[in-house]
């Protein structure tokens, strides 16, 4: 049985780098992505990005990190 089929192909996500809050991931078709983070942390991300990866390219679009959909309540609530 081949586990790599387990996991839909969108949630495959490999994490390059961290900058603060900002997050540098590849997507499983090749593509890379800066995913939220304040100014400071993308602009550090962007320097890192030119001095040793200079293949990845960014677009002027922003995205923020999704919330969670699922918020787990607590299962005892205090007295």
């Keep these: 049985m081949?586990?790599?089929?387990?996991i839909p192909l969108r949630y495959r996500t490999k994490l390059i780098r961290q900058f603060g809050e900002a997050k540098l991931?590849?997507?499983?078709?090749g593509?890379?992505?800066l995913i939220g983070g304040s100014d400071?942390?993308?602009t550090d991300a962007f320097e890192w990005v030119s001095l040793f990866a200079?293949?990845?390219?960014?677009?002027h679009y922003q995205?923020?990190?999704?919330a969670p959909?699922?918020?787990?309540?607590?299962?005892?609530?205090?007295?």
């Design 31 to 33: 593509q890379h992505e």
């Design 40 to 42: 400071q942390d993308r």
């Design 69 to 79: 959909k699922f918020i787990p309540f607590p299962r005892f609530q205090p007295v």
């Design 2 to 6: 081949k586990l790599k089929n387990l």
């Design 25 to 29: 991931v590849k997507l499983p078709n």
């Design 54 to 59: 200079h293949e990845i390219v960014f677009t």
């Design 63 to 66: 995205r923020q990190e999704p």
